[in-house]
C-alpha cells in the first residue's frame, strides 16, 4: 500500500464473528498505515443503498400499476353498461328465443375481450423496450421472458372478463318483458 494513494482493502469475512473480524483488521491497519483513519463499510449495506431508489421506483410503479388498473375496470364497466343499455333490446329478444345466460354473456364480452387483446399486442412490444432499456442501467442484468407477457395477458383478460362479466350476467339474468315492454 503506498502512502500517498488512496488505500482500499477488500477482506472476506463469516458473518458469525463480525465483530472480532473488524476489529482485528483494524488492528493489522492501524499497524501497517498509522494515522490513516480506518473506514470500513460492508458489500451487503452497499448494495442496499445502491438500490434503494431502485425499491422505492417498484413500490410506486406497483401502486400505480394498482390505481391503473382499478380506473380501467371502472372504464371498462362504464362501456360495458352502456353497450347492455343499447343492446337491451337484442338481449330481450334473445332470451324470449331461447338464448342461454352463458350465450348472452359471451356475446356481450366478446367485443371487449378483442379490444384487451388488441392493446396487449399494441402495449407488449412497447413494454418490452421500455424495459430492455431500463435493464441497460444495470451491470447484473437480467433477461425479459415471454412467459411474462403471456402472464400479463391473460391476467388482463381476466380482470377484463371478470369486469364486463359482472353486467353482461345482470343484463342477461334480467326479464325479458321488462326489455320488450316498449315494443
Known sequence: MSRGG????SVKIEGNRLK???EAVEAKWKELIPGR???YYFMDEFFDRQYRAEERFEKLFFNFAILAIFISCLGLLGLASYSTMQRTKEIGVRKVMGASVASIVGLLSRDFLKLVLIAFVV????AYFGMDRWLENFAY???IYWWVFVIAAVLSTVIAFATVSFQSIRAAVMNPVKS???E
Open 123 to 126: 402495449a407488449s412490444p412497447i
Open 6 to 9: 488512496t488505500e482500499l482493502v
Open 37 to 39: 483513519p480506518f473506514n
Open 141 to 143: 442484468r437480467t433477461d
Open 180 to 182: 320488450l315492454r316498449s
Open 20 to 22: 472480532e473480524t473488524v
